[in-house]
């Protein structure tokens, strides 16, 4: 598997057969030209192939990385997800209107809709791309529900998230469902009604 570091730069490391040096530019072009035959072609138009050949790399050197289109896709996308930052907008609830509207935008990608259900699908019959979508992508994400606990209790509104993995579960499903399985939009208003159901009506 390619390394991913938590900002979402692949970081330089051996890797592959007989101890090459992995290139983080060859992965970078790997990952973005993933991305993007992902959002063209969707799941089944892309090929490994074609990857390497629109990231300009040999396929040995894609292969020595990824054996398989889903470990790929699921690297593709831990990479886009890392580009999620913490909000600070003044108040818990501002922070989480900011950062659900980000997580919105994300979504709402042609290549994240391919790929999430996809893996979905995949992960269903293969629990080590289960646990993989859950290490890489899913619980990395959590950092931006635990920064906004830590800077909540900073200005003085500790207690109003007293659960942040629930709350970020609660977030990202409701989320999830509502873009990529029911396919029914999210705006301004939804949100709110989001957040007075989810936030105490003290965090506005």
Do not use: C
Not at 151 to 161: F, L, W
């Amino acid at each position: 598997m390619a390394s991913v570091t938590g900002n979402g730069r692949e970081g330089s490391e051996t890797g592959g057969r007989g101890g090459r040096p992995r290139s983080a530019g060859a992965d970078a072009a790997i990952l973005a030209a993933a991305r993007a035959l992902l959002a063209e072609r969707g799941w089944d138009g892309m090929t490994l192939g074609d990857v390497a050949a629109r990231a300009g790399v040999a396929k040995t050197t894609l292969y020595r990385r990824w054996p398989g289109k889903a470990e790929l896709v699921v690297d593709a996308m831990a990479q886009l997800f890392d580009t999620l930052e913490p909000a600070d907008a003044g108040s818990v609830r501002a922070d989480a209107t900011i950062a659900i509207r980000d997580l919105i935008a994300l979504l709402g990608r042609p290549e994240t809709q391919t790929a999430f259900l996809a893996l979905a699908a995949h992960a269903a019959r293969d629990p080590g791309l289960r646990a993989a979508v859950r290490e890489k992508i899913v619980d990395r994400q959590r950092r931006l529900v635990h920064a906004g606990a830590r800077r909540a209790d900073a200005r003085g509104e500790g207690g109003r998230i007293t659960d942040p993995d629930l709350l970020f579960d609660v977030i990202a499903g409701t989320m999830v469902h509502r873009l990529l399985i029911a396919g029914e939009p999210v705006d301004d208003g939804y949100v709110e009604r989001f957040l007075d159901l989810v936030l105490p009506a003290a965090t506005r």
